[in-house]
């Protein structure tokens, strides 16, 4: 159980160009979802904390117009990079935790969208 | 503040060696405890979890961690590593009143396993 899917996994854009990366909870409702970026060998940078049916919670110093995040529903969220340049080239992770179970839950991660920009 | 610090970036450790990976969190309120494998490419996959309750916690994999309130650690381990353990390890701590959900990450360590 608690499957996170993510779309697609590899992505390869010319620079100018939106992309957009799907995040969907597969057996089970996410009132919350967490956008992450991910450096080679670095650790998990948090961007962002998705909420259905309400605005996205930004971290400290990220673009909130350059990173679009929609939550409409309870099983999918998507991370919108909008005129993508290289240096948005990363690896961006999806997680989602379990809805209605209190704080404790853990998050659930899909695999990964690995975005080249030319 | 509230972190987490894994002090070993990169371990290498021989197939069916035991396995320690060090992990110590700051944390303002009650912790809740989690232990993250990564392979390459891919997302994290959660290997176990402290809340409460008994303090040695059993995972997936052979994996166990211990949570030491007196020294703020939450180590993992495995009595004997496989080939297939080689991978990232991330240790993350959440919860504390008005809980998010979101988790601090350590840095990271890297396992190596020798043949």
């Known amino acids: 159980g608690a499957v996170v899917s993510q779309h697609p996994s590899w992505v390869i854009c010319k620079s100018g160009t939106s992309v957009k990366i799907e995040c969907r909870s597969l057996?089970?409702?996410?009132?919350?979802m967490f956008w992450y970026r991910q450096f080679p060998k670095q650790s998990l940078m948090l961007m962002a904390t998705?909420?259905?049916?309400?605005?996205?919670?930004?971290e400290q110093g990220v673009e909130k117009d350059k990173f679009l995040i929609n939550h409409a529903s309870l099983t999918l969220s998507t991370l919108t990079v909008t005129s993508a340049h290289p240096e948005d080239s990363s690896f961006y992770i999806c997680?989602?935790?379990?809805?209605?179970?209190?704080?404790?839950?853990?998050?659930?991660f899909g695999d990964g969208t690995r975005l080249s920009i030319l | 503040a509230q972190s987490v610090t894994q002090p070993d970036i990169h371990i290498t450790v021989s197939e069916g060696a035991s396995l320690e990976l060090r992990c110590n969190y700051s944390?303002?309120?009650?912790?809740?405890l989690f232990w993250y494998v990564q392979s390459p490419g891919q997302g994290l996959q959660l290997l176990l979890k402290?809340?409460?309750?008994?303090?040695l916690v059993q995972g997936i994999k052979g994996f166990e961690a211990e949570f030491k309130r007196s020294q703020s650690s939450f180590n993992l381990r495995k009595p004997s590593v496989h080939w297939s353990d080689a991978a990232e390890y991330f240790c993350?701590?959440?919860?504390?009143?008005?809980?998010?959900?979101?988790?601090?990450f350590g840095q990271g360590t890297t396992l190596q396993v020798k043949p």
């Open positions: 997680s989602a935790r379990v809805q209605g179970l209190g704080g404790n839950q853990p998050q659930h």
């Open positions: 057996d089970f409702q996410a009132t919350t």
């Open positions: 998705s909420n259905e049916g309400s605005k996205a919670t930004y």
């Open positions: 944390y303002g309120a009650t912790p809740y």
């Open positions: 402290y809340f409460s309750g008994d303090t």
């Open positions: 993350a701590v959440g919860g504390g009143s008005g809980n998010t959900g979101k988790l601090i």
